[in-house]
């Protein structure tokens, strides 16, 4: 392994552990806030105990996000210090708008988790919506910071020189409105579905059922609402991606020559030998829909760009093909329990129901994965897109490899870490959490 691979390699697997802690840390303080306020409006305490035993999730999901965003923060450092010799004055803000947004979240966990019988219960209650607001700011504000690197702007880039440096305009530039919106819808629908099916799972076991029915619907309507939005806001970042990254779009549909009336590939393997694609199934004129909003519209293919900008075709693709047939999968799980409370109320005690959700725990997570497979893998050989090469951008310091070793073996042992902690959690409900009387007429 040379230190190029090794590296990137590296940030692959810290970015890989680290978006799963973010996504959680995001949006799990806004299911706490919500069981927090039905147990104020209705004083149902089985409620009351579901935001407490929310909020030690949330609390190690912060401690361990903390230290893997820490971590990536030096590694952008260390492993590409060419890339942020240059970039750093110009995408810094967002960065350095995030640390203040990480202080407060930081803050007001910190009012949240000790402050239960010491403040007002309804200040209480806006600390934990504080921790909410704050986490997603940050992931935005970092999504901003990435979107940079797909869209550079707000500098004048001559002769290798970075100049007329506008913060400002970097931060907002022309990608970060729909990855943002992309990301953190994806962030809700994921981690919503993730707790749905631990607690669906939980009923399934006859297991403390009135907690886990309760902490169910609530996440389970965050979780398919999420999913049913995500197909807005991908076709939002289809078209930017047209836009601006043809190259990109090609490979995320293995889109080998440029022609009107494009094809969408459903799965298929790509030969970039042969320049096409095996045992795929195509949709005549639906990617020039979904890339132009015209079915007649030219797209963009492989063709057209050189040989050495290509960003690896196969592995986007695939990426992409996981991404959206499990979106797909929970979209159609979301339109199910629609259904389910609008017409066939009865089913919401079908066991089947509940497996379902329990099948799609890890979808959103998975899902997520590929996503930025896509992201990242796709803008190769850029590490600034059509600015600076990835290769261009490596330490050249030896040993890379053995970093990567090593970090592969701490990131393994925080998640088993992590994983025991959160069996624990889940383990100890009775003994914790659940053993308040739940009134005959509760929500």
Request: aromatic share 14%.
């Amino acid at each position: 392994m040379d230190n190029f691979i090794a590296a990137r390699s590296q940030m692959a697997l810290s970015l890989g552990f680290h978006i799963i802690f973010a996504c959680i840390g995001m949006v799990m303080p806004f299911f706490m806030a919500v069981a927090h306020y039905i147990w104020l409006k209705t004083g149902n305490e089985v409620y009351r105990d579901i935001t407490k035993a929310w909020s030690k999730g949330v609390a190690i999901f912060f401690a361990t996000g903390a230290v893997s965003g820490t971590v990536l923060s030096f590694e952008l450092g260390l492993l590409w210090p060419k890339f942020m010799e240059h970039a750093g004055p110009i995408f810094g803000m967002p960065f350095s708008l995030e640390g203040t947004a990480f202080f407060i979240e930081a803050i007001a966990l910190g009012f949240f988790l000790y402050g239960w019988n010491r403040f007002n219960r309804w200040f209480h209650w806006f600390t934990g919506v504080v921790v909410g607001v704050s986490g997603l700011v940050s992931g935005i504000l970092v999504v901003a910071a990435n979107a940079w690197m797909n869209s550079p702007a707000g500098f004048d880039y001559v002769n290798g020189q970075y100049l007329n440096i506008d913060p400002i305009k970097a931060m907002l530039n022309d990608a970060w409105f729909s990855q943002a919106l992309h990301m953190c819808i994806a962030a809700f629908a994921s981690t919503g579905f993730a707790v749905a099916g631990i607690h669906a799972l939980m009923i399934l076991r006859k297991s403390h059922v009135t907690f886990h029915k309760r902490a169910f619907r609530i996440s389970a309507v965050f979780a398919t609402v999420a999913a049913l939005l995500q197909p807005l806001s991908g076709d939002i970042s289809a078209k930017d991606v047209a836009k601006r990254q043809p190259a990109k779009l090609a490979a995320m549909e293995a889109h080998f020559k440029t022609e009107e009336k494009a094809a969408l590939i459903l799965g298929g393997i790509p030969d970039e030998k042969e320049k096409k694609v095996n045992y795929a199934i195509e949709i005549p004129g639906a990617l020039s829909f979904l890339a132009h909003g015209n079915f007649h519209a030219e797209v963009t293919g492989l063709d057209r760009i050189p040989e050495e900008d290509h960003p690896p075709v196969a592995v986007t693709h695939y990426a992409f093909q996981v991404m959206v047939g499990l979106g797909t999968v929970m979209m159609l799980i979301s339109v199910l329990y629609y259904i389910t409370i609008w017409k066939k109320k009865s089913w919401l005690e079908k066991r089947w129901l509940l497996k379902l959700f329990a099948i799609a725990t890890p979808m959103g997570f998975i899902a997520v994965e590929a996503g930025w497979t896509v992201t990242e893998v796709g803008r190769q050989p850029w590490i600034i897109y059509g600015v600076m090469r990835t290769a261009h951008a490596v330490t050249p310091m030896p040993g890379i490899a053995y970093s990567f070793y090593i970090f592969t073996a701490v990131y393994i042992s925080l998640s088993c870490i992590v994983a025991f902690l959160l069996y624990r959690q889940i383990s100890m409900v009775g003994k914790l959490y659940d053993h308040s009387v739940e009134p005959i007429n509760a929500i």
